[in-house]
């Protein structure tokens, strides 16, 4: 993964220290009056050109809560691709839309058609998840269109998701208008969000538009804009195919629909497509463009967005950023294509030993519609069966665990996530280390390696100290610090990834007041001084609350959960000693005296019938429980970790 850059020009002022790998100052909002870019190659112009010359590709990009979605409605509504009642009785259908049509509304990408001086246009506006975690799926999509609209809330000005995502476009070449939204506001200050504006990116006053989408004003600037400012496709319409896959999504009837966008060549219903990453071949059993739901249709053309149907039931087998291309013609793939890999790892087990096989069928049945989730099954003392898990991030970690539960009614343990070390042994082998369990004996270990990422920190100058503080006490290094805008501060780091993984993103909210965007990329592994550290319940070692962690850390992450543990374990009929320990030293113990609960006691006298109903009530409470050794643990212990203050 590329790291992001930005380029900032402030009209001969330049405010902007340069950060790593900055590419030359480039105005993106100059290309005010539209000129159609033509691919040099193309020499044989067919039906097909007027058409692609006609066709704009764009996004929106904007911090959370800027009008996004609002602004997208109005487009839909001024290009009467959805009526006032649909756009109404969709929100109503949603659900069952979603089903029947298999796609999510306005989600992925949808096509408008646009008259400008009496000439018809195709647009498609691509959607983009919007988080750190998936930002490889974002930069596909953009990857997809030739300009995106930069919506900025009047009342608030840029804010931190405004600028990572504006990085994301600009790597990828993007024309960006600029929208200054929410106008219609008593506290809009319009003069002052314009002069942010010029500063992040450098454009000229004229070129930012004005826009309430609440109140529909602006909306037929921006629809200008996009004609005017915005390139058409390039491409050759004679080449081999070339279509570049931006998402994908799953439905239990159709299978996998990938939604596409073609460089080069066409795609026709009933071609043999190849998917370059996996040399798959397939049939296009349906092709067509995405309207409200799917549209199908014979051909998708150069420059021009789709779906495709091929009846595969696995996501694994269509991958974001991948190329189709043409069986008997095949094209080169699409450059910046990525395997993405999980990041962070976890135990997922059954609350109940007996629920392992339902739990599989869950596991695999999500796998279907979210490739980027693997796992494997591994065994647990404390837990019994389960698997072991990779993610792309502690964000898509909590959307596993609360898909489980919330569409396949799965009540699940999750264990310490740890991130994946290189464990060399002194016999030169290397071995990777997915899980605590699985690392070698001191003994025998040589080495370990653990992963490294470039943090990039976007805030306030006034929370400098903070962020530092922050990211060198979680053994990062400075690299560069840097001014976007008189009020933008950039601060790059190197760090250690499983220093990010337990309370980063919460510490670096509370100690900005949730003012800064973070963002990482991998850099390689760096030796470092590992250790596991074990937690022994009544000298019982519980497997799945052993972690990898650097030894200067060592001492008082383990007196912390030592601590913790104490606050989460019940009290129960014998004393129990809680220690960490990493080898055989101890480093760390908390005593829970003993306790007993007698249920019965209030029934003095000889009903033994309902003694026996509350002793039966107790079991049923227990059930939740773990029995380690003789220590029942509840669920929430084996996420203590997370907890940790
Ligand atoms: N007054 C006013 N409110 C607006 C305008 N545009 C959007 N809003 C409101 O701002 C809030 C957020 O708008 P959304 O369109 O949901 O924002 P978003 O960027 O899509 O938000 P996320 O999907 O959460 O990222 C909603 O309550 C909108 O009604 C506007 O032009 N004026």
Redesign the pocket.
């Known amino acids: 993964m590329q790291h992001k850059r930005m380029t900032s020009q402030n009209q001969g002022r330049l405010t902007i220290i340069p950060s790593l790998q900055l590419p030359p100052p480039k105005n993106h909002c100059k290309q005010l009056i539209h000129t159609a870019s033509i691919s040099k190659e193309l020499t044989n112009p067919t039906l097909s050109l007027p058409l692609m010359k006609k066709i704009r590709n764009f996004c929106i990009i ?1 911090h ?8 997208a409605d109005r487009l839909l509504e001024h290009t009467k691709t959805i009526s006032e009642r649909e756009m109404m009785a969709q929100v109503l259908d949603d659900m069952d839309l979603e089903r029947e049509k298999g796609i999510t509304i306005k989600s992925h990408a949808i096509q408008m058609n646009y008259v400008h001086n009496g000439e018809q246009y195709t647009f498609n506006l691509i959607d983009t998840p ?1 988080h750190v975690d998936f930002s490889y799926e974002v930069s596909r999509a953009l990857a997809a269109c030739e300009g995106a609209l930069l919506l900025v809330d009047a009342t608030q000005g840029i804010q931190a998701q405004t600028i990572s995502n504006l990085y994301l476009a600009i790597e990828n070449d993007l024309e960006i208008i600029p929208v200054i ?5 008593d506290g809009a200050m319009i003069a002052e969000v314009k002069d942010q504006v010029m500063d992040l990116i450098g454009c000229k006053e004229e070129e930012i538009l004005l ?5 529909g004003i602006g909306i037929e600037e921006i629809l200008t804009a996009i004609v005017e400012r915005i390139p058409a496709p390039k491409g050759n319409p004679e080449a081999p195919l070339q279509a570049l896959i931006f998402d994908s999504m799953f439905n239990s009837f159709r299978g996998i629909i990938a939604y596409f966008r073609v460089f080069n060549g066409s795609i026709k219903k009933g071609d043999t497509i190849r998917f370059i990453s996996t040399d798959a071949e397939y049939e296009a059993d349906e092709v067509g463009i995405l309207k409200l739901g799917l549209q199908p249709a014979n051909e998708v053309k150069t420059g021009d967005v789709g779906y495709i149907i091929t009846g595969i039931k696995n996501a694994k087998e269509v991958k974001v950023g991948d190329t189709i291309t043409l069986s008997g013609n095949p094209g080169e793939p699409i450059k910046g294509f990525e395997e993405v890999k999980p990041m962070v790892f976890a135990g997922i087990y059954p609350v109940s030993t007996d629920d392992f096989a339902e739990l599989r069928e869950c596991m695999d049945k999500l796998q279907l519609n979210d490739a980027s989730l693997t796992y494997e099954i591994e065994t647990s003392q404390a837990l019994g069966f389960g698997f072991r898990c990779g993610f792309l991030g502690l964000l898509h970690m909590e959307i596993i665990q609360e898909r489980l539960e919330r569409e396949f009614n799965q009540t699940v343990i999750t264990t310490v996530p740890n991130v994946s070390f290189h464990a060399y042994t002194t016999k030169g082998e290397k071995l990777i280390v997915n899980n605590p369990a699985e690392m070698p004996d001191t003994t025998k270990l040589d080495h370990i390696d653990e992963p490294y990422i470039k943090a990039q920190v976007i805030s306030l100058p006034e929370y400098i100290g903070n962020i530092m503080t922050l990211c060198l006490g979680k053994r990062g290094i400075l690299i560069n610090q840097s001014y976007l805008t008189t009020t933008r501060v950039e601060l790059i780091f190197e760090m250690p990834l499983t220093e990010i993984v337990f309370d980063f993103y919460d510490k670096l909210k509370s100690q900005t007041r949730g003012y800064a965007s973070f963002d990482y990329s991998p850099i390689g592994y760096r030796e470092a001084d590992i250790v596991k550290m074990d937690i022994l319940l009544n000298s019982e070692k519980v497997d799945a609350l052993s972690a990898l962690i650097h030894r200067s850390r060592s001492q008082d992450f383990g007196r912390k959960l030592c601590e913790k543990l104490k606050e989460l374990l019940p009290r129960q009929q014998f004393q129990i000693a809680i220690q960490a320990a990493i080898g055989a030293k101890i480093i760390a113990r908390e005593t829970i005296s003993a306790f007993r609960k007698d249920v019965t006691a209030k029934c003095y006298g000889g009903d033994i019938s309902r003694k026996r109903k509350l002793l039966e009530k107790q079991k049923e409470g227990k059930k939740r429980m773990r029995q380690i050794g003789n220590v029942e643990v509840p669920q929430e212990a084996f996420l203590a970790v997370l907890k940790l203050d």
């Open positions: 904007a959370i809560d800027h009008g996004k979605s609002t602004l919007g939204n929410k106008i219609d506001m826009a309430s989408a609440r109140n």
